[in-house]
């Protein structure tokens, strides 16, 4: 059994199917390109593929990432471009390695969004941003600036980093619609890179190692 | 198209509406644009094998591409009148006004008024003979075609019969008429000779008195006088890829076509009428085009399609090929709800990976009067033997499926679906208590029966909807045993159905009617409305007890008469008074009943 990392963006029709739906797809993917992929034990088998975090529909991603273990060893660099010969249309592959330790999802700590427009709000004025949040008891008054890490504009482009995990995460949309103060919708969101947190750093998870 | 990212955010499932699926074809549009169209959810016609088949059937021809249109939902609907969108076909994007011929696929007449949805949200008018000459052709296939005559007035054509068979025929001559600058009505003239094409505007129809047909005949000349169903002798055709869809759809997995036709000869079934002979494909190549299919879609399950999937000559030998393809690649296979037979149960010892929870099995009619006058072969010792293997095989629920509404049933015969219910329940109890692990439970479904055209039954009356209703309650009250549960379909809607089903050309207003007060949707439950549909047989002065509850006299002229469907009017009435009398015809392959169909059958085998 060998576990591999990889990195792929997600665009086009794509951008309209919510996760399941993205795991069957890329799981037909991995069968129609006959990767020795393992399977689950147990009645249903199923293929063990696993990714960082969930991307919203209507989004699109840059670079983002999937754990998956296979049966044996295969040359990694062809395997890229089978996969990419066998993919839908707006999935791109970037590059397959192998992998150690924790599974993607649990070192993911922040992600960076970008979209285009004017700051309106200075969210990074204070230490304290506090809004109503729906939480499963009710809506809650909820201080999210512990969850953003970076607020950045170059001509016009916005790049946040926000908390993004199985620990904490701040809603992208929500966040964009305050820092511009207008609606706004996940597909003007693209979410361009995935880290993990080691200390005060953030690293990107193609260059992370557990 | 195309709408744009915001607007497609907000409708549900967007992914139906964009196309870009596995295996989509893109063709530069110098070509014959063809728009299969599906009048319902995407999710259903994505399921559809002859939608796979036909599109990549089509799509094999360089001069040709065939593209997909759906039924949009009721919020997608909205966001089209607000952004403005006609109804688009999902490959290219470009409006449906914009193609060439526009094929709908009459798979259930519940169906209907979504075509005339469909027709108006791409801006044509509903009705043939108020589209121009640089409107779309529209026609329409599938199993309801058979009796095209309710929907007659919105179709430039039908095409009835095999898809396969002269398809090619149509895309050639459309090309031909096109190089040569002709008419639409040029053209339709032309195919009119072609076997499976009915073009209704050539023929008129007239009325004895009574409301019932007195003459149906052509009105221009030079055309055949009837319609002969189009044939393949052989089932050589076999897609070499299907699409996959984004969003699930209905069933997401690879379906093989084991055969067309059936050899049993059950009276109340239109399909093993209407696709007679039985015609198999053979073992290798089914396994030959599960191996392709597998590696073209990268679905995850076979299953097995055919009207009855055991009676395949070659059965149990294509199940241990197939499971020597899909067991190594994980997949499933999946066995469709079959006769009980021995080739069943060898199947499912063989298949690991079925899960043996629930099995549904189809006795039709729970008394041996019932079941003999539908021709359905089966005792009850034959039905309990194999409940009581199943049983033994590891299921521990039972679907039992049931018709109400049979011509000549009685309320004993109703009572008898819970007895054989009773007895389901008790041969589990034959099994020792270390076998029986699980609760059993065995549900009752009735359906309405609909009697339907190249039947037996096509002479026969409807019940009404109150005295199927009436039935539902007698099978409610006579229910004693905590493990048996009853579910009913519909009344109403099998009603509409009824006069759907078997109605002429006059229906047609009643179906616009239908449509113009909002009907759509009408085989969803939560769409259907009974008192629109009757209040649009009202307004056209239609009286529904007319086509679904009247038995027809011998020799009435019945509006598909002018089809030669194969089977012959003759065998089906023979059929009709054998049925009255509870008489059994053996199946195809024990002795011939002379149904007829091969003298269309163009020199093919019948493998029954």
Known sequence: MVKVRIQFSKDGALRFIGHLDFLRVFG?????????????????????????????????????????????????????????????????????????????????????????????????????????????????????????????????????????????????????????????????????????????????????TN | MHLSNEALLRVEKPARYVGGEVNAVIKDKNRIRFGFCFPDAYEVGMSHLGLQMLYFFMNRREDTWCERVFMPFLDMQQVMREENIPLYALESGDPIKDLDILGFTLQYEMCYTNVLAMLELGGLALRAADRGEDDPLVCAGGPCATNPEPMADFFDFFYIGDGEATLDEILDMYAKCKARGLSKEDFLEEITWIDGIYVPRFYDVGYKKDGTIDWFYPIIGDIPNGVKRAFVPELTYFPDKFLVPLVEAVHNRVTLELARGCMRGCRFCQAGYIYRPLRERGVDALTAHAENLLSATGHEEVSLLALSACDHSGFGTLVDKLLTITEPARVSLSLPSTRLDAAFFDAIKKTQRVRKSSLTVAPEAGSQRMRDAINKNLTEADILDGCLQAFESGFHKIKLYFMAGLPWEEMDDIRANVQLAEKVVDAYYKLTYEQRTKPVSVSVSTACFVPKAFTPFQWAAQVNPMDFEADQREVKSNIRKKQIVYRYHDAKTAHIEGVLARGDRRLSHAIEHAYRAGAMFDGWSEHFRYDRWLRAFESAGIDPAFYANRERAEDEVLPWDFIDIGVTKAFLLEEYKRAKNSVLTPNCREKCANCGVMAIADGGKCHG
């Open chain 1, 28 to 208: 037909q993917m991995l069968r129609r390109a006959e990767l020795p992929v393992a399977f689950s034990q147990g009645f249903n088998p199923h293929i063990l593929l696993s990714f960082a975090l969930p991307l919203p529909l209507g989004m699109v991603s840059g670079n983002d990432y999937a754990d998956l273990t296979l049966a044996h060893q295969v040359n990694l660099l062809d395997a890229v471009k089978v996969l990419q010969t066998h993919a839908p249309q707006g999935l791109t592959l970037h590059k397959i390695w192998e992998t150690e330790g924790r599974n993607t999802a649990s070192v993911t700590a922040t992600a960076d969004y970008t979209l285009a427009g004017e700051i309106v709000t200075d969210l990074l004025a204070s230490q304290e941003y506090i809004i109503p949040k729906k939480t499963k008891s009710g809506v809650k008054d909820t201080n999210i600036r512990p969850d953003i890490f970076d607020i950045t504009e170059t001509k016009g482009q916005i790049t946040l980093r926000l908390a993004a995990g199985s620990g904490r995460f701040l809603n992208p949309v929500t966040t964009a619609k305050i820092l511009l103060n207008r609606e706004v919708s996940a597909h003007e969101i693209t979410r361009a890179e995935l880290y993990a947190r080691v200390g005060e750093a953030f690293i990107p998870l193609d260059k992370f």
